[in-house]
């Protein structure tokens, strides 16, 4: 079974969950494109560090040291998540990692446009959907959370981010996705 990224429900809004997701790390690469092909595009070199293209790290070493012949492979988590980049047409892929690795434990990945990175805990309002994964239909769904997250009189602090539970073959109409906007404490 796949792991899910952990968060707790704070308190639950009209049109929207409060959560709290802790600190976690993620796999993540910089792509170009539109919303709907980066995704697929970034999914391969991600994937192949989760699946051992990597280096490991020798105790009291500062950098890599070999590449693992053999390597263990990660464990895939959910979601992906897709989040605008710091220019138009820009998007961070994100592989979520499993809880049970820490900064110090994670091997470097070999291919370097995969960032190994450490998102800080967040309170964040939340919206879950079923359904394609259309760039029109995330942002219909951000539009009325963003709409919903200030009704209830919070005020967002980043980037909407985009999650994808499921894999491309399952039928669009049983696809979880998720609008996640953090928000200020």
Known sequence: MTEQQPYRVVARQPGFELRRYPA?????????????RVAAEAFRPLAAYLGG??????????????????????A???????????RPGSWLVRFVLPARF??????????????????PEQLAAAVRFAGRWTARE???RATALGRAVI?????????????????????WFLRRNEVVLP???
Request: glycine content about 8%; aromatic content about 6%.
């Open 151 to 171: 009704a209830a009189g919070l005020r967002p602090t980043g980037a909407v981010r985009y999650a994808r539970f499921d894999p491309p073959w399952r039928p």
């Open 24 to 36: 976690h790390l993620v796999a993540e690469m910089q792509v170009e494109g539109t919303f709907e």
């Open 138 to 140: 995330f942002d219909r």
């Open 76 to 86: 895939m988590t959910t979601p992906v998540v897709q989040e605008e980049g710091d």
């Open 102 to 119: 820490t900064a110090a434990t994670l091997p470097e990945p070999t291919d370097p446009r995969v960032r190994i990175r450490e998102i």
């Open 183 to 185: 928000v200020a404490e």
């Open 53 to 74: 293209a990597d280096r490991t790290r020798a105790a009291g070493a500062v950098g890599p040291v070999a590449q693992r012949a053999g390597a263990e492979a990660i």
